[in-house]
Antibody, heavy 115, light 112 residues
Framework: EVQLVESGGGLVQPGGSLRLSCAVSGFTLNHYYMSWVRQAPGKGLESVAIIKHDGSEELYVDSVKGRFTIARDNDFLYLQMNNVRGDDTAVYYC??????????WGQGTLVTVSS | DVVMTQSPLSLPVALGQPASISCRSSQSPVSSQGNFYLVWFHQRPGQSPRRLIYNAFNRDSGVPDRFSGSGSGTDFTLKISRVEAEDVGVYYCMQAAHWPCSFGQGTRLEIK
């Protein structure tokens, strides 16, 4: 059974940093695309970043380019969030699939950016 | 970026009645192989999204056959043949052909 478990969320001040983790089990990470998707409180879904199954390519939504970095290592997916802003406040989900189509999702971790 | 537009945004439906949600893409989510990378998700309150349909009309494992996806080009539809109580929540379409993958605004289905 595919399982994704996010952690690392919390309260962070504007301009601060946070690293989110996603522990994966039930499948071989190297065969899947891995994504971070976020959902601001009461709002819809937004793709944040995706990393190719072999790690050779990373894509980011414009609003996080230069601030966020997606990475994968063994059975973990990460999102390094630097210079965070108020509009980064959201539940962050990791998700995976053979392509970009997000077959499996974790339960999410809440990031709150506030002073 | 590709804009996904759903309608309606609110959908009250009586139990046992059919429901239909429309999704229009500003750019066709078609691959070079001719597949439509159009996905439908269902999100219940307090839960993560769950994928229901991929490639426009393929149902995921475990998804009841009362759910069906259709469409082509830039116009796609999710249909529920007979709504059940467990179908409440928000439905999202998403195109997975062009980065960034983009979602519709969501359609909230409630029982009338």
């Amino acid at each position: 059974e595919v399982q994704l478990v996010e952690s690392g969320g919390g309260l962070v001040q504007p301009g601060g940093s946070l690293r989110l983790s996603c522990a994966v089990s039930g499948f071989t990470l190297n065969h899947y695309y891995m994504s971070w998707v976020r959902q601001a409180p009461g709002k819809g879904l937004e793709s944040v970043a995706i990393i190719k199954h072999d790690g050779s390519e990373e894509l980011y939504v414009d609003s996080v380019k230069g601030r966020f970095t997606i990475a994968r290592d063994n059975d973990f997916l990460y999102l390094q969030m630097n210079n965070v802003r108020g509009d980064d406040t959201a539940v962050y989900y990791c998700a995976t699939s053979g392509g970009w189509d997000l077959a499996y999702w974790g339960q999410g971790t809440l990031v709150t950016v506030s002073s | 970026d590709v804009v996904m537009t759903q309608s309606p945004l609110s959908l009250p439906v009586a139990l046992g009645q059919p429901a239909s949600i429309s999704c229009r893409s500003s750019q066709s989510p078609v691959s070079s192989q001719g597949n439509f990378y159009l996905v439908w998700f269902h999100q219940r309150p307090g839960q993560s999204p769950r994928r229901l349909i991929y490639n426009a009309f393929n149902r995921d494992s475990g998804v009841p056959d009362r759910f069906s996806g259709s469409g082509s080009g830039t116009d796609f539809t999710l249909k529920i043949s007979r709504v059940e109580a467990e179908d409440v929540g928000v439905y999202y379409c998403m195109q997975a052909a062009h980065w960034p993958c983009s979602f519709g605004q969501g359609t909230r289905l409630e029982i009338k």
